[in-house]
Each structure stands twice: as C-alpha cells, then as structure tokens.
C-alpha cells in the first residue's frame, strides 16, 4: 500500500494550489480517502475526507468553502483544491488510507502561504 502526495507550494495569501495523491497496492475504488495537515508546533488535523465513490465528503471547519476534496477512481487519485489560501494553512499536507486495520500516510508535501 502506498500514497505519494505532490503538488504543494509557494503560494501568496489569496492564492490557489491543487495538492494530488496518487494511491496502489490495494483496491482505491474501495476505500475512503484523507488529507490532513501537520502545522511546525502542533498536531496532526484532519482537511478534508472523501468516501469511496465520492458521493460524501467532509472539512474542517477552518477550510469549508475554501477546500474541495475530489477523486477519479480511475486514475486512482485524490485531489485537494486549494483556494483563498492563508498564512495559518501554512503546513505539511498528507494523504491518507485506512487499510485493513491500519493507517498508510505518505511522505507529505509542504504547503506554504506567504507574501
């Protein structure tokens, strides 16, 4: 099982960035799907989460309406949309599966918001 994330950036406060997390070794259409972030000096928080068709997705209450979770169950991929950025979502961005009774994250992909 492994989940590779990419996309983050350098972005100015106002900006947009699409974070991408690409999924194998075990059967994506199947499963939910996770971005959380991990801030310099605090814990790890759940973004956002997607069910396994896509029909539901969830957010924090700090990103809703800036943040859209996707996924193409063909491509095996998960997207983050990242609008309206701002400094606080300044982080180390992760993709997560929950697999077979255990938690696969990627290696994380550094977003940061700064002028």
């Known amino acids: 099982v492994q989940v590779v994330e990419s996309g983050g950036g350098l972005v100015q406060p106002g900006g947009s960035l699409r974070l991408s997390c690409a999924a194998s070794?075990?059967?994506?259409?199947?499963?939910?799907m996770s971005w959380y972030r991990q801030a310099p000096g605090k814990e790890r928080e759940l973004v956002a989460y997607?069910?396994?068709?896509?029909?539901?997705?969830n957010y924090a209450d700090s990103v809703k309406g800036r943040f859209t979770i996707s996924r193409d169950n063909a491509k095996k991929t998960v997207l983050l949309q990242m609008n309206s950025l701002k400094p606080e979502d300044t982080a180390v961005y992760y993709c997560k599966v929950y697999w077979r009774g255990a938690a696969y994250w990627g290696q994380g992909t550094q977003v940061t918001v700064s002028s």
């Open positions: 997607i069910t396994s068709a896509g029909g539901n997705t």
């Open positions: 070794g075990f059967t994506f259409s199947s499963y939910a």
